[in-house]
Structure formats: C-alpha cells, structure tokens
C-alpha cells in the first residue's frame, strides 16, 4: 500500500483546539497559522493545557482579521491581530522572546475560560525563535510550538496502541482519537513505528527532516472533549514505548521546502531512513 498523507491539522492557539485542513503552506517553523498565539500568565510565561485543562474546550478559528474565539459557558470573541509595534516579553520553555498583546478584551475572556489571570499573545515574527541547536540546524525556527515546527504521526502506530490500551482495559476503554496527539500530518500506509527510522520525508513537492522523536506528557491525558483527566494513552505507552524515562509518539519535523502547499491524499516518500530496532531519535546518553 502506497504512502498518503490522511490528515492535516492546524493548531492556532497553543494548547487550544485545532482546524482539520484540505490543504496547508509549509512554512520555515510550520504550517501557516499554526501556534502563532499562545496564553500566558502575568509574568509572559506560558500557560498549556497540562496545567490549565480547560484550553483543551476552547476552539479557535483563523479569520481574515486575527481569531475567532468560542468557548463553553463564554460569548464568542473576535480578536484582531495586535499591532506588532507593541511587544512583551514572553517565556515558552527554554525560550525568552517577544510576542505582541492581543489586548484586554482578549485577557478578559481568556482570564474568564481559565479561571485564572491569563493573557492572549500573538507570535507576528517567527524568526525570533529558534529550534534546539541539538536536533537542528541553526537557521532553523519554530513557532509557539513546543520545540519544531511540525509533527507527524502514522495511523498504523495508533491503532497499535489502541491495541494495548485495549487489552489493558479489557476492552472497556474506548480507543483514543488522534487529536490526543495533536499532530500537523497523518500519514497512512506505514508499518506501525516505522516512522522511528525514517530521517527524511516527502509530502507531496515538501521535503522535510525528521529530526527528534516526540517524548509525551500528560497533555495526552486530558480528554480533548471533555477536558477529563485519565491514565492513557501514558500507561500503555509505558509499556511499549519507554525509553530513557520517557514515553514516545509521532516524531518531530522541520521543513527543508518552504512555500511548498501539501494537501491531503499527497503522496508520502521516504526518503532516507535507518536500520529499524533504535526506538526513536532521542537525546545521546
């Protein structure tokens, strides 16, 4: 069975809901509107879902002229792109940069949504944020994404772990959805884990690296329909998926093509890959 890509998903807000896409711009930190806003606390340090679930129920939707927002128990916002001539410091993990404020009616909803101070941030120059020098090249950038600009997953390896998860529940739990992952592209046809080995990809014309496996955190654990907390997908993939104290899925990409439109049923070519049986790229030692 050849290799397709089966989906495309775009995450506009970091931690929030995301679009389901026909077709997308690959851009240098990712695909066009992808986590160019994120929440942050009073201090600009950023709020995610691992901590403040609720972001998981909020559904953002790009427009012509920034966001639309709707939430539950929330009147829908519209929210403009802010002026990038105002900025604020703001801190994404190992990242300090600057994002431009969306504004106080913005603060307010989302201060509201969360039941905590909270404030809208827009990321209006990606190339203030660069990649993790030991996975990428130094040019590389990134947006308000964890650490690379795209990540791709496989259906066969999710249907392998719902395998497990299933036979851990005795089949009571349900199987998990994709969205627990939140990856930009799917791509069917594959062996389950084989995207372990592979190092550089095709999508259609878009040439990427697969530079560095995805180790998961609890993020996984929150239901994206209901914002509950539960034990899977961690525990299964503890069982099949550990390595160096931590659990793995989908793997991390950037873009050597830029400009390049992917759409979905494209085409998937493997490039270049290793001898399969070394788990995923991960840090050495």
């Not at 998981?56 to 001539?85: H, K, N, S």
């Not at 392998?160 to 009571?172: C, H, K, P, Y």
């Not at 372990?196 to 239901?223: M, P, S, Y």
Request: hydrophobic residues 40%.
């Amino acid at each position: 069975m050849p290799l397709s890509l089966s989906s495309i998903h775009r995450f506009p807000v970091k931690s929030c809901r995301g679009e389901d896409l026909d077709a997308a711009v690959v851009e240098p930190w990712g695909l066009a509107g992808d986590r160019r806003w994120m929440v942050v606390d009073e201090d600009g340090a950023v709020i995610t879902a691992r901590e403040a679930n609720g972001l998981v129920l909020i559904d953002p939707t790009i427009t012509p002229d920034g966001l639309a927002l709707t939430a539950p128990e929330l009147p829908p916002l519209e929210v403009r792109t802010p002026d990038p001539g105002t900025q604020t410091g703001v801190t994404i993990w190992h990242s300090t940069l600057t994002a431009a404020p969306a504004g106080q009616e913005a603060d307010a909803w989302f201060s509201k949504a969360l039941g905590r101070t909270a404030r809208l941030v827009h990321l209006d120059d990606p190339t203030r944020r660069p990649t993790s020098i030991e996975f990428s090249e130094p040019d590389d950038r990134v947006s308000f994404a964890d650490g690379y600009p795209l990540l791709v997953a496989t259906e066969a390896s999710l249907a392998a772990l719902n395998d497990v998860v299933l036979e851990r529940s005795e089949g009571v739990h349900p199987p998990l959805p994709m969205t627990r992952f939140r990856p930009n592209v799917v791509i069917a046809g594959t062996e389950a884990w084989e995207e372990d080995d592979w190092r550089r990809i095709r999508i259609g014309d878009a040439v990427f690296r697969a530079v560095k496996g995805c180790a998961r955190c609890v993020l996984t654990t929150i239901d994206p329909d209901t914002a509950a907390r539960g034990k899977e997908p961690i525990a299964s993939l503890a069982r099949i998926r550990r390595w160096d104290g931590a659990t793995w899925f989908g793997v991390n990409l950037v873009p050597d093509t830029p400009g390049v439109t992917i759409r979905v049923g494209d085409e998937v070519e493997i490039l270049d890959r290793v001898a399969p049986g070394g788990g995923p790229i991960r840090p050495a030692g």
